[in-house]
């Protein structure tokens, strides 16, 4: 058993590590209770025991191994750092778990691997698992398929990858072994489970019998959707719906939820690709073409048979898709075309997505070819077109199907509306858009009225369908005048339809249909109704729907609708009432004149034919007001006009006449539901008038009402069709002058161009001027609608004719259509949702490019001009490209049907001759501009082609692809070329020109868009390997597309994608990643079309206004150009056009007129943040250098780039200073608008500017420093605060310019750097300046000097860095320069120093030559001024500022230090207390006299004395309360309800929420802060502790964690949980109730703190750590001292056993306990020995010495010993006694150690007491001998050199020197180091002081040599000082005065104590500078000499007392 006791006494981890089992099973064991008592799954106790948990699992000793996996189940269930554990735990059970024989072991190890998976690491387990798949053990086997099976079923297939599962199946089916050939059955039938017939074909190929056997387990599943029955963490809220669904019955969501899940695995992904165009027999070519049908059928069948294989390997199969398709076209024998038809249906089923770029050829042969009758080939033919289908998108073949629904065959038109409807099955509501309904609708309404039942049949069939995807919302509008029977046949297929996508589209349709139902009645029941009813009774439908206009409301009143009007009136309405209403059937004049003498007055009816003027005049009257009084509904609208066109109708020949009868046509038209058959019957007579001088402008107006009525398009065609048809110029010229006006008034949604353009030609041609006028001012109107592709119609005018377009062209350039301002009202529908707004400008714009007449060239491209391009001989292929060339040219706009020309063109992109390369891309850009948007369906054939030329060696080559792609993806957009795998495809090449050409094309694109197809994660593998490239530009552009891919996947999922690459590679590239995300910018808020604000400073999209209107009317018709796509790829991309709205006629005025709206700096978040951490971690150049090298200025570039707009940018790094000036120029001008840019940017603007110190132009510097002027005044307005990076890059650069020999560089130079005080501390602009004055330059040095001496001035002696007294010196030595102005500069600085601060400046300068004495004396005596008060300037400037900031502004703006000197006094204007005023010596230096005298003076010099009674001085500080939030009301009744307030309180501190917690400490320390209140928190100081450094965790473990989290807020956070402890810990009596328990957990919490590298990162990091170490100082000396020093015990042996736990932890706690050893001599009588003696013991029973010895460090075991030492020497033999509590002392060596060291001390203490008794007597006598003397001297040497008894040392070394004169004791400092003689002298000089009385002596004494003194030595003398003064000491332990420093003026004194820090230590160095006394050493006891009291003594303060009351009074 003996052994057993050594192991029973060891940590858990090392027992866990014991040879012997035993001691591993109990160790196992207290491992599972440990993890069961952890808590909190984040609780940095798991780390400790990361190492452990393989071991646990993979034991050799089986009963052991067993505890171990329970330990290790326990520790993945609960510890967040588990995951870490994955790979090697889980490889770990495979070889050691699964091959046990005890079933149990087996069952915990699956139950890890599914635990595992559950904390989100299927993968890694996976993996594992699938590796154990090839171990030869089939035990192993076995398990790992079972552990597969089990996580399967729970998780489902969503989160176990079915993929490599399958793979290995068919292989497991073959194993020898009947266990796992069972297994791989079970996991079969799980598989099957999830996914169905996709796992038939990849097994297709086992065993016969073992397929059978599966066959009949898989018919007995149940056939339900299967679900998971346990979830990921991350999904867990959704098992807790489920459950909650499942309880309640429904399962809705669980329906939606089978969607998703079933379909999730595809079997074709599981498949194999098969290559088999090598495998095409090698005469196929040949044999296609045979003239013998058997040969061809033997050619097609040998395809068949290849394309059978479901999944077919990528590659070019365009020449094999054209002979099939030749087949299907072109072959007599219709048996040939099925089977062609069945090779086409096999490709594009095993290509898939491949096979669309061939779609658009094949679909028009395919469906012509259904004319054939033969059912066998028309089912060949479906399945070929329906499998081609799914390959591509309906909009890409949308074109080709339209063009044959106007075929004649009728069973053509029957199958294409079959194949409409089967298409529309596969959509859903956005992949059906309106654009693409409209015109299928249209076609299809056609073909519900042919003639042959079967057309009308599949028509209803389409339109039902189209119905049932998307809604009767988007389909009625197209369906207005479909008549009843029609539309509920049309219905009823709506529900017969099954969708293919589900129930979810379904249940859209049906939501939606509800909606109308009321409208549908109302029609139904007002069919009925007379004929006029009719016209007015469909409206109530739609518009029920749109609930903007009431059915019966005048139009006029019907509110304009919101901005956007007509765009999204779209297409919705516009088809609404103007197709109703040409249902109004012509009536006869007989019912007419029935209807009109209804409403109109007998007479009026009587006189309208009535041959005398006047009557007519009459009658005209009397119709107007019967019109006007009429009610909308009852307005027979026909009847009237009839009235008015009755005879004399038009002719009429009085003009009055005319005149009225024009104004009623218009009312009418306005009042009434004017239909166009209303609107036939006049507008020829309104045209026949609309040129008359008197009637012209009634005319007008009629027109105007009508257009509003009927629609302008429908209207200005038929109004310029008749105007054109007669002869009257003058009617033409009006006309048209009417229609330009009409334009701009309604917009130009849905105008025909076509009709117009052949009437304007005409208008051209014509003979009167006013007519050629009238057109060209009507084509400058269309020109700002349909932009610069209108003058391609009238380039075949006369030149003189041109150039007068041109000139109106000219005019309207730039600028912007008006917005619509009729039209409008009667149609609009505000309501549209979101989804129609977006689409509308879409649809509008298209509208406006298919206005364009496109003409057909396909029969243009024979099959000679093919061949032509593809000849052998160059010459020949450039005559055909020529050719072609021609051919587009001369057709301007063509149809997308190409032919075969887009094959030929793609073979000579890889001609070897690169001439005809550039061509062919000259070609494919103009093709891409003469085709607009439709280009699209060329993108996969002849796109993608265009980007592999980018990889050409040529440069011209590879600049003239670029632009083509570019022009390209103007008309397209991005989507389709980021569709599919063809892109990832190009940059998979390793060809470096082709990857850094398309990733900067892609760089530049990506930012645009606002979505991205899912595909683009294909190029993300490949953009990781082009960030590793060997090519330096790949890396380069690699890095720039980074952030842009990041912007559309998220960094999850690339940070997932990293996961295949190499362990090296993945670091560097997550690296990159994380660099990536804090560049990555948002992306596009609005699409670009509607974005009125571009992003990234570039321009909107091409023809967008720039006017003010345009705001309004986003999405509305002012935008629309002629093609939207172009808009939208154009839209943001860093080419874009003008963005005046320019229409840009060519390429060169882009450069140029390159858009500089927008933004010039753009907000990237955490960008100067990153740009600092890389220059903290030197991966970029640190900006340190004499003359800028090329590095630099690339490197400022780089980190320009991603937040300058990119124009600005250009004129920045120009070479020409020109440019400079612009760019200066334009940064001031936005100034004030971009202030958040410029502050993000200011680190690299000022790097910039440092720039431009080094020109040698001097308007470049000039325009340099006023914008630097405007710039740090902006900055200081909003309170920002340099950081150290902005000004050690920039000052010392400015600095050098203040010697410039010109005098006003030099002025403004010196306003700069007067400015940057307010924003930079001037403290530390000191050194800085301090630098300057050591140039070689003579007019540096002088401005420099004065500049130091002006900062003296404003801001007092503590910007002196690093002291006073070094800076003095060094400024000193420029007395004696050689240059007069320097000498001069130098001896001012020192006078103004003299003036704040007296005689001292001779002290604190030094020795100087007497020359340099006598010329400063000289100047001292010529000044002759009073020392003034201490320097009060800025106590006057600052805090009115800082008061009026707002607290929360000041948080987040304020830098990271202020500047001491103002702090203090701002605290002093802020609190009013005296005590907080700077510590000025010769009694505050007030001259109270004069005071008394002149209250003038004091009233600006004293602000603060108003606020307080003067008792206060002897009262503690109060804090002047937080200004964030009043303090609780129930603070005031403190004593009345404490306790239950201070628990809610202190709960409160550790809320999650910051804010909160905030809220609470400020409460607190409110309490703490007045000294009756905070008596109330004792009792509950352990329980705020406790809630403190549970705070403390969850900002380390959780806030610091949160990337959302602004950093600002956690150091706020820090900072008031230190103020707070500090306050707390300077309570004494409050402090020692801290108990041992909380105390250790604090200081843990502490110093976990400090070490915390994320704080030293952030800008305030530092001084954060630095409260710490303040606070932990007060910690240890406030606390109970038993309490802490058992806690510090208890803390080093935790943090010596934990394996996690970092050496500098323990380091750090063994500081503080060094720190409490020295402390010892003055608390050992309050400390409780046998407390501290038992944890001691505890940590050598834990910690043998052995065991200590082992460790890395010796400190542990010194630490150690000198606590023993030092407790022994202190008590002496007593100790001994106090090892009472101690059960059993053999258990360490405690005692032993003890009694060793007691035998040691009294060998020595003997001699020692001896010569203290000699020394107390008579001193050494006369006639000692020298041994004794050198005795002597050596043992005061030794007690100088100790730390304890250094001063004892110094005063016996003083006694003996005084008593022996002659004494020598250079002996024993010879030997001694410089700095031990120095320190020596010094003190036997100051003890020489004290006793010789000689008062004060320099303060600089003490401190010259630079040492670091402790704030603990200020305490001290602060404490002589009070005692001198008469104050008492103990209320100012408990509250010193410093507190009132704690800070910022605007802020809660809490919330800044990184501030008060700084206040804290600018008060201490102070008062190092400031005050003397004579305590002046390093130590903190104060022991030897006797304090000679101050002659100030209390009377003195008694009569400060009465003066300051005399002056209050006066002022009063």
Not at 116 to 142: C, M, R, S, T
Not at 438 to 455: M, Q, T
Request: neutral net charge; hydrophobic residues 35%; glycine residues 6%.
């Amino acid at each position: 058993m003996g052994d057993d006791s050594e192991w029973m006494k060891l940590p858990v981890d090392q027992k866990c590590e014991h040879k012997l089992w035993k001691a591993r099973l109990s160790g196992y064991e207290e491992a599972l209770k440990i993890f069961q008592k952890i808590k909190d799954e984040k609780s940095p106790e798991w780390s400790k025991f990361l190492g452990l948990i393989k071991k646990l699992v993979t034991d050799s000793n089986a009963v052991v191994q067993l505890k171990g996996l329970e330990a290790a189940l326990v520790y993945v269930e609960n510890a967040h750092v588990a995951g870490k554990t994955t790979g090697e735990v889980v490889s770990g059970v495979v070889s050691k778990v699964f091959n046990q024989p005890k079933a149990k072991a087996k069952e915990l190890g699956i139950e890890i691997c599914l635990m595992y998976i559950e904390i989100e690491k299927g993968e890694a387990v996976q993996e594992e698992l699938l590796k154990g798949l090839d171990n030869k053990n089939p035990k192993i086997v076995v398990a790992c398929i079972e552990t597969l099976r089990k996580a399967l079923s729970e998780f489902g297939s969503k989160i176990i990858l079915l993929k490599p599962i399958i793979k290995v199946l068919p292989k497991l089916f073959e194993s020898r072994e009947k266990a796992v050939r069972d297994e791989a059955k079970l996991i079969a039938v799980e598989i099957y489970r999830w996914i169905r017939d996709a796992l038939r074909p990849p097994l297709q190929n086992i065993n016969s019998v073992q397929l059978k056997e599966l066959e009949e387990e898989w018919v007995k599943l149940p056939t339900g959707a299967p679900k998971p029955s346990r979830f990921l963490r991350s999904q867990q809220e959704l098992e807790a719906k489920l459950e909650q669904q499942q309880s309640a019955g429904g399962d809705a969501e669980g329906g939606g939820d089978d969607g998703d899940e079933v379909p999730q695995i595809d079997a074709y992904e599981l498949l194999e690709a098969v290559e088999i165009l090598s495998k095409l027999p090698k005469d196929f070519y040949d044999k296609i073409e045979a003239k013998k049908w058997q040969e061809r059928k033997e050619a097609l069948e040998a395809v068949e048979v290849l394309v059978k294989n479901p999944k077919l390997e990528a590659g070019d199969y365009a020449d094999l898709v054209k002979a099939l398709k030749k087949v299907v076209g072109k072959d007599t024998n219709v048996m040939l075309v099925a089977l062609a038809a069945k090779c086409l249906t096999g490709l594009a089923v095993g290509l898939r997505k491949k096979f669309g770029q061939y779609a658009g050829h094949v679909v028009p042969t395919i469906l012509e070819k259904f004319k054939e009758k033969k059912p066998q080939v028309v089912q060949a033919l479906q399945e070929a077109i329906d499998a081609i289908f799914l390959t591509t998108t309906l909009q890409n073949i949308s074109e080709d199907v339209l063009a044959v629904m106007d075929n004649k065959n009728p069973t053509i038109k029957q199958q294409t509306s079959l194949f409409i409807a089967r298409s529309f099955r596969h959509c859903t509501a956005s992949t059906l858009p309106k654009s693409l309904l409209k015109p299928f609708c249209a076609a299809l309404l056609k073909h519900i009225n042919d003639s042959a039942p079967e057309v009308r049949d599949a028509a209803f069939e389409a339109l039902g369908t189209a119905l049932k995807v998307v809604g009767e919302k988007a389909v009625n509008p197209f369906l207005a005048d479909v008549d009843k029977l029609k539309l509920d046949k049309i219905k009823e297929c709506s529900e017969k339809v099954e969708l293919v996508h589900g129930k979810k589209a379904g249940l859209a349709a049906d939501k939606k249909e509800s909606k109308p139902v009321p409208g549908r009645t109302a029609t139904s029941g007002a069919a009925g109704d007379k004929d006029t009813k009719d016209i007015s009774a469909p409206k109530p439908g739609p518009l029920k729907k749109a609930p903007t206009t009431k059915a019966g409301g005048p139009p006029k009143k019907g509110k304009p609708a919101a901005p956007g009007g007509t765009g999204s009136t779209g297409t919705k309405n516009k088809k609404g009432p103007e197709t109703k209403e040409i249902v109004e059937p012509e009536l006869s004049i007989e019912v007419c004149e029935e209807k009109a003498s209804a409403v109109l007055p007998a007479t009026c009816i009587q006189l309208l034919d009535s041959s005398n003027w006047k009557e007519r005049l009459a009658c005209m009257e009397e119709f107007q007001k019967a019109v006007e009084l009429m009610d909308r509904t009852e307005m027979p609208c026909q009847a009237l006009v009839r009235m008015l066109a009755k005879k004399p109708g038009w002719k009429e020949t009085n003009f009055q006449v005319m005149q009225m009868k024009l104004h009623i046509v218009a009312l009418i038209a306005q009042k009434g539901n004017f239909s166009k058959t209303s609107a036939q019957i006049v507008l020829d007579g309104l045209v026949d008038k609309i040129g008359d001088v008197k009637c012209g402008n009634n005319a007008k107006e009629a027109m105007t009402a009508i257009a509003e009525a009927c629609m302008l398009p429908w209207t200005a065609e038929q109004v310029m069709s008749m105007a054109f048809s007669q002869k009257n110029p003058k009617n033409q010229s009006e006309t048209l002058n009417w229609l330009s006006n009409a334009i701009k008034e309604f917009g130009f949604s849905g105008l025909n161009v076509k009709a117009f353009i052949s009437n304007v030609k005409t208008a051209l041609a014509a003979t009167n001027p006013a007519v050629r006028t009238s057109a060209i001012t009507l084509l400058g109107v269309m020109y700002l609608y349909v932009g610069p592709s209108l003058r391609m119609f009238f380039e075949d005018e006369k030149p003189a004719l041109l150039s007068q377009i041109d000139a109106e062209f000219e005019k309207m350039q730039g600028q912007s259509p008006p917005a619509p301002t009729r039209g409008i009202s009667k149609h609009s529908i505000s309501g549209t949702d979101e989804g129609e707004d977006g689409d509308e400008p879409d649809e509008v714009g298209t509208d406006v490019v298919d206005l364009l007449p496109r003409t057909e060239i396909s029969d243009k491209i024979t099959s000679e001009l093919v061949s032509k391009i593809s000849d052998k001989n160059w010459k020949i292929r450039k005559e055909g490209l020529d050719e072609v060339a021609g051919i587009i040219n001369e057709a301007k706009f063509i149809q997308p049907n190409i032919g075969e020309l887009p094959t030929a063109l793609k073979g000579r992109l890889n001609d070897s001759n690169k001439i005809l390369v550039q061509q062919t891309l000259n070609i494919l850009q103009q093709l891409a501009v003469a085709m607009g948007p439709n280009i699209k369906q060329h993108v996969k054939n002849l796109g993608i082609p265009i980007i592999t030329v980018l990889g050409d060696s040529k440069n011209n080559v590879r600049a003239a692809a670029l632009a083509t792609v570019n022009a390209w993806a103007e008309q397209t957009g991005m989507k389709e070329w980021l569709e599919g795998e063809d892109l990832s495809e190009e940059l998979k090449k390793e060809n470096p020109f082709l990857r850094q050409e398309l990733l900067g094309w892609l760089a530049e694109k990506l930012p645009t868009l606002r979505s991205t197809p899912t595909d683009l994660i294909l190029c993300v593998p490949h953009l990781y390997s082009c960030l590793e490239d060997r090519n330096g530009d790949v890396r380069k552009k690699a890095q720039d597309a980074l952030p842009f891919f990041m912007m559309h996947l998220g960094y999850e999922k690339m940070a997932k994608a990293t996961g295949k690459l190499k362990p090296t590679s993945k670091d560097q590239v997550l690296a990159m990643l994380e660099k990536a995300k804090a560049n990555m910018p948002a992306k596009p808020a609005a699409s670009a079309k509607a974005s009125s604000k571009p992003m990234g400073g570039s321009a909107p999209a091409k023809f967008q206004p720039s006017s003010a209107p345009v705001e309004d009317s986003v999405s509305s018709t002012v935008e629309p150009k002629p093609d939207p796509k172009k808009a939208k790829a154009l839209g943001v991309s860093s080419k874009a056009k003008s963005a005046q709205g320019k229409k840009v006629p060519s390429k060169t005025s882009l450069k140029e007129d390159e858009d500089k709206s927008g933004p010039i700096f753009i907000v990237v978040p955490n960008g100067k943040e990153q740009r600092m951490k890389d220059e903290k971690g030197l991966k970029v150049l640190k900006w340190n250098f004499t003359t800028p090298r090329d590095e630099y200025i690339e490197q400022l570039k780089t980190q320009m780039s991603s937040c300058v707009a990119k124009w600005l940018q250009d004129e920045m790094f120009h070479s020409d200073f020109q440019h400079h000036n612009k760019a200066l120029a334009v940064m001031v001008d936005h100034l004030e608008s971009e202030k958040e840019g410029v502050i993000g940017c200011l680190d690299l603007i000022l790097k910039w500017l440092t720039l431009r110190f080094f020109d040698t132009n001097t308007s470049v510097l000039m325009k340099a420093l006023e914008y630097l002027k405007l710039l740090f005044t902006l900055l200081s307005e909003e309170e920002y605060h340099l950081t150290e990076n902005e000004a050690s890059s920039f000052i010392p650069y400015l600095i050098l310019k203040v010697g410039e020999p010109k005098d006003v560089i030099r002025k403004d130079v010196r306003a700069i750097l007067n400015r940057m005080c307010l924003v930079y501390p001037a403290s530390k602009m000191f050194p800085f300046i301090m630098e300057g004055t050591k140039s070689k330059n003579s007019k540096q040095r002088a401005e420099c000097l004065e500049e130091l001496g002006c900062l003296v001035e404003s801001y007092g002696m503590n910007v002196c860095q690093p002291t006073p007294g070094k800076a003095l010196k060094e400024i000193a030595i420029h007395i004696g320069d050689r240059d007069n102005a320097v000498r001069n500069a130098a001896l001012n600085t020192i006078v103004t120093v003299y003036n704040v601060h007296g005689d001292q400046v001779f002290k604190l300068i030094g020795t100087l030559s007497e020359k340099d004495m006598s010329m400063l004396e000289e100047r001292i005596k010529r000044s002759a001024k009073r020392p003034s008060a201490a320097p009060i300037k800025q106590v006057e400037e600052k805090p009115p500022r800082t008061q009026s900031i707002n607290s929360n502004a000041n948080m987040l703006r304020k830098g990271p230090a202020e500047d001491m000197s103002s702090k203090l006094n701002q605290a002093r204007s802020m609190s009013g207390h005296p005590e907080a005023a700077q510590m000025v010596r010769r009694e505050f230096q007030l001259d109270l006299d004069e005071i008394e005298n002149d209250n003038g003076t004091v009233r600006c010099e004293m602000p603060e004395l108003v606020q307080h009674k003067l008792d206060d001085i002897f009262e503690p500080v109060l804090i002047p309360e937080p200004k964030i939030r009043a303090v609780s009301p129930h603070f005031d009744d403190m004593h009345s309800n404490t306790a239950s307030t201070i628990n809610f309180i202190i709960s409160q501190v550790a809320s999650g929420d910051i804010n909160t917690s905030i809220q609470a400490l400020t409460q607190i320390d409110e309490v703490l802060r007045q000294e009756d209140k905070a008596e109330a928190m004792s009792g509950h100081i352990d329980q705020f502790l406790i809630a403190t450094f549970m705070q403390l965790r969850l900002i380390y473990n959780t806030h610091m964690a949160d990337e959302k989290l602004e950093k600002d807020e956690i150091i706020k956070l820090y900072s008031c949980i230190i103020g707070n402890m500090i306050s707390l810990f300077q309570i004494e009596s409050l402090a020692r109730e801290a108990s041992t328990g909380v105390l250790k957990d604090l200081m843990h919490g502490l110093i976990t703190l400090m070490l915390d590298s994320r704080i030293e990162d952030l800008e305030e990091g530092q001084q954060v750590i630095r409260s710490v170490n303040l606070l932990v100082v007060k910690v240890l000396e406030k606390s109970d001292q038993t309490n802490i020093l058992s806690a510090l015990l208890v803390l080093l042996q935790d943090s010596l056993l934990a394996t996690a736990s970092s050496p500098k932890f323990s380091e750090l706690v063994m500081k503080c306990l060094w720190r409490m050893v020295r402390l010892l001599p003055d608390t050992i009588n309050s400390i409780n020995l046998d407390r501290i003696l038992l944890d001691i013991h505890i940590f050598m029973k834990v910690f043998p010495k052995e065991k200590l010895k082992q460790c890395k460090s010796e400190f542990p075991i010194r630490t150690l010993k000198t606590l023993l030492h030092t407790l022994c020497k202190l008590k002496g033999p007593k100790i001994l006694d106090h090892l009472t509590m101690i059960d059993n002392k053999n258990e360490s060596e405690l005692e032993a150690h003890l009694c060793r060291m007691m035998k040691h001390s009294m060998d020595q203490t003997g001699s020692k007491s001896d010569k203290e008794t000699e020394k107390g007597a008579s001193r050494i006598d006369e006639k000692s001998s020298k041994a004794k003397v050198n005795d002597f001297l050596a043992e005061i040497f030794k007690k100088i050199g100790s730390k304890e008894n250094t001063k004892e040392g110094l005063a016996e070394l003083y006694e003996y020197k005084k008593k022996y004169s002659d004494a020598d004791i250079e002996p024993f400092l010879k030997n001694s180091s410089q700095f031990f003689q120095s320190y020596v002298e010094r003190g036997l000089r100051v003890i020489e002081m004290e006793r010789e009385g000689k008062g004060r002596i320099p303060a600089s004494t003490g401190n010259t040599n630079g040492e670091e003194v402790g704030p603990s030595v200020y305490l001290e003398r602060l404490k002589i000082l009070r005692q001198r003064c008469g104050l008492d000491n103990t209320k100012q332990d408990e509250r010193p005065p410093l507190t009132s420093l704690l800070s910022k003026p605007a802020v809660p004194p809490v919330a800044s104590s990184t501030d008060m820090l700084h206040s804290k230590l600018s008060q201490l160095r102070e008062s190092r500078e400031q005050h003397q006394h004579s305590d002046l050493d390093s130590n903190q006891t104060h022991s030897s000499g006797s304090v000679t009291t101050s002659s100030s003594s209390t009377a003195n303060i008694d009569d400060l007392k009465k003066r300051l009351e005399r002056i209050k009074s006066s002022r009063k």
